[in-house]
């Protein structure tokens, strides 16, 4: 018998516990639900949510609200990277921009994104112009503070060399800044992702329909009636599932892109999640 | 040297200065009802909420009504989650096991966008305080929890050992080694959940309220008045900054020490 290795070992002990942990939370949820110590009006069964949620994946509508809301968080996120990242890098490294915008900065970076909901479905009416900007408005300060932080963390030597060599300065930011400057970068859009999600489902929950498919506006259609709160529930899982799937689809795109960095950083300790 | 940092003071302010005048110029010209001129918006401000009696500190009705009680839901829910989220945060840093129990369902949690839960909790708990506070806590939870946890899993384990070899107690252990070396960690879920509870704040006051910031947001389009609305923007706008200036005060004052705490933003 070949012996297995400590690492393997360990995690099939870290998958072990965490699926002991789910469904022990299940279970618990169920008894307390099946004794009555919680009444069924307030949290219903595990398993009538569960049961629910299996249903909903049968359902057309459900699943185009589903693709609905990947569609405006793909979007959102899209523009967001490429107006956020850019922007960063002028205001990380050109020193007088960045003081003479910090005010701006500071002053609109506040404003929660929810409370431009009702200005900007005014302004552009519902749809999916309406959700991607307010994902764009609420999703850009994480990658645009994280792009400056890393920025801000490049090694001074590394680019006096580039500069030393003749290279010109947009060249350092390119060769030296941008890819040291890289895993900031891939952590301000995991955190841009999850801000999208929640705006984009937040959006669509109180514009309701009229904004086109999600997966707020299917909240919005079940809160309208009475006694669906398992559909609710059963529809939030799946939310929650689909926000750890986008996220690992991040990690997964960030440890493809940046497979150099993870290699170099491999005695440092896991950087992933 | 002076003169300079007066220049430097003063081109710090000059392109919000600059906008702000655009902006007067551009929408006194257009008349846009989606933009007013901020001239308008400040003058209604006033009005709504700043030109109240001495005796409330020039506090209007309104501003007491529907400023207070959103203030008061916010903090409210981030104390409850700061309760909660960093003993437990502490126990489950401290302890493999129980966090590797646990570990899906933190991350489940975490990605649950809260927003969908909002009518769970109208059901639960009626609208008002209760409901608004429970989702702030909910939603601003996860931050803290996670990064506690985070924070007090990488003590780094010779300091751990050496306070063990000098007999520290589990108490003394706790406050001066554990504690003050999650806490740059904890302060960056402070800072995630500080804008995720003026959200959630928003949010809650939106679906479900009968005052606050957001229900006056809700009044103001529902009878088309967007200049009320931009006055509700722009306060929420200094709400955010004021609480994230009494933040990063907090934590210079408890961070001075600490060799690390580079301004590293971690929004």
């Known amino acids: 018998m070949t012996p297995v290795p400590a690492a393997r070992k360990a995690r099939a002990a870290r998958w072990r516990r965490g699926l002991t942990g789910v469904i022990a939370f299940g279970v618990i949820a ?11 009006s307030v949290l219903p069964l595990t398993s009538t949510v569960l049961g629910h949620a299996v249903t909903l994946l049968g359902s057309g509508r459900f699943l185009a609200d589903l693709a609905a809301t990947v569609e405006a968080w793909a979007a959102g996120l899209a523009i967001t990277i490429v107006i956020g990242v850019p922007a960063g890098v ?69 680019k006096e060399t580039n500069r030393a060599f003749g290279f010109s300065a947009l060249d350092t930011i390119r060769m030296v800044s941008l890819p040291s400057a890289a895993p900031f970068i891939a952590t301000g859009v995991r955190l841009a992702s999850s801000v999208a999600i929640i705006l984009d489902i937040g959006a669509g929950y109180i514009t309701g329909r009229v904004n086109g498919p999600g997966l707020g ?34 990690v997964y795109a960030e440890r493809r892109l940046l497979r150099w960095n993870h290699l170099r950083l491999a005695g440092a300790g896991d950087t992933g999640s | 040297m002076s003169v300079m940092r007066v220049a430097r003071e003063l081109s710090r302010w000059v392109v919000l200065v600059v906008g702000v005048l655009l902006w007067q110029l551009w929408a006194s010209g257009h008349h846009s009802p989606f933009f007013p001129p901020p001239s308008t918006i400040l003058d209604r401000m006033y009005h709504l909420w700043f030109s109240g009696p001495a005796s409330h500190v020039f506090f209007t009705a309104n501003a007491t009504g529907n400023l207070l009680p959103s203030i008061w839901r916010t903090l409210a829910g981030l104390a409850i989650a700061t309760v909660i989220g960093v003993p437990l945060g502490i126990a489950l840093g401290r ?5 590797e129990y646990l570990e899906p369902l933190l991350q489940f949690g975490r990605a649950l966008p809260v927003v969908t839960l909002a009518p769970v909790f109208l059901a639960l708990f009626k609208i008002g305080n209760q409901m608004e506070i429970a989702t ?7 931050p803290i929890l996670l990064n506690t946890i985070d924070g007090a899993a990488s003590v780094d384990p010779v300091q751990v050992e050496t306070a063990t070899a000098f007999r520290l107690t589990r108490a003394q252990r706790l406050t001066q080694l554990i504690l003050p070396s999650a806490l740059p960690k904890i302060f960056t879920g402070f800072r995630l959940s500080l804008s995720l509870a003026l959200i959630l704040m928003v949010f809650s006051e939106l679906v479900g309220s009968s005052n606050g910031i ?8 529902n009878s088309f008045d967007l200049v009320e609305l931009w006055c509700t923007i722009v306060v929420l706008g200094i709400l955010g900054y004021l609480l994230n200036a ?21 929004v």
């Open chain 1, 90 to 158: 002028l205001l990380g490294s050109v020193p007088g921009v960045r003081v003479a915008t910090r005010a701006v900065v500071e002053f609109l970076r506040p404003i929660p994104s929810v409370a431009l909901i009702l200005l900007v479905s005014l302004w552009l009416g519902p749809g999916l112009r309406m959700s991607v900007t307010l994902i764009v408005y609420g999703a850009i300060w994480p990658v645009l503070y994280n792009t400056m932080a890393g920025l801000d963390d490049v090694d001074p030597v590394a």
């Open chain 2, 95 to 99: 302890s493999r096991a129980a966090s």
């Open chain 2, 136 to 142: 702030i806590a909910f939603g601003t939870i996860w």
């Open chain 2, 214 to 221: 957001g229900y006056e947001m809700l009044n103001a389009q």
């Open chain 2, 246 to 266: 009494i933040l990063n005060g907090v934590q210079r004052l408890v961070l001075g020490w600490h060799r690390g705490a580079r301004q590293v933003e971690a």
């Open chain 1, 217 to 250: 506006a299917f909240i919005a259609d079940q809160s309208s009636g009475a006694g669906n709160l398992p559909v609710i529930l059963a529809a939030t899982i799946w939310a929650g599932i689909l926000g750890l799937v986008l996220d690992r689809a991040i």
């Open chain 1, 30 to 40: 169920e008894l307390l639900g099946v004794t009555g110590v919680i009444p069924r």
